[in-house]
């Protein structure tokens, strides 16, 4: 893509790194068969955050040949849906049909992926990747934070260095 990082912004991806890494020193009150679950949900999460990479990275290289930002998010929305009805044949999540419940948290759910998509692609059509996708990566800070205060999480230290370590990386890859 042609982009280059200054001396700040790859302290700010050393800073991203440390912050993730924070999390998985957080060892808590877990017991050994959670553990294994997590460490194996903590892979899968991995994998999402290259794919979200990857999702990224080409969204940058389609606006440099000239895309544009709304037909990328519509197109986007195709393979949504088509994945979302894919992934509910799949996991049977018709068993039980489609209650008024489902519906709003699904919809709500979509209007918040909508967003996701609107703002990545504006993002990326103004600015470098290597700055943006980073930061949409750290989206774990607000998340952990509303967590903590909707679902009582519980703050253990190497979270809140976590926290600090993000909020760094984001100043620094914002220079």
């Not at 489609?98 to 059509?125: E, H, T």
């Amino acid at each position: 893509l042609g982009e280059s990082l200054t001396l700040p912004q790859y302290a700010g991806v050393t800073l991203a790194v440390a912050a993730v890494g924070s999390f998985l020193l957080d060892k808590g009150s877990v017991r050994e068969e959670d553990r294994k679950k997590a460490l194996l949900g903590t892979l899968l999460v991995i994998g999402a955050s290259l794919i979200r990479a990857g999702m990224g990275l080409s969204y940058k290289y389609g606006f440099n040949q000239g895309a544009d930002p709304g037909g990328v998010a519509l197109i986007n929305s195709f393979f949504w849906i088509g994945g979302g009805l894919i992934y509910a044949l799949v996991t049977g999540g018709f068993k039980e049909g489609v209650s008024k419940r489902l519906s709003l948290l699904s919809s709500v759910s979509g209007l918040l992926v909508a967003g996701i998509v609107f703002f990545m692609a504006q993002s990326l059509a103004l600015a470098k990747a290597s700055i943006v996708l980073p930061i949409a990566q750290m989206s774990f800070l607000g998340t952990l934070t509303l967590s903590a205060i909707f679902l009582k999480e519980r703050l253990t230290f190497p979270k809140i260095l976590g926290i600090l370590c993000g909020i760094a990386a984001i100043l620094l890859l914002s220079l």
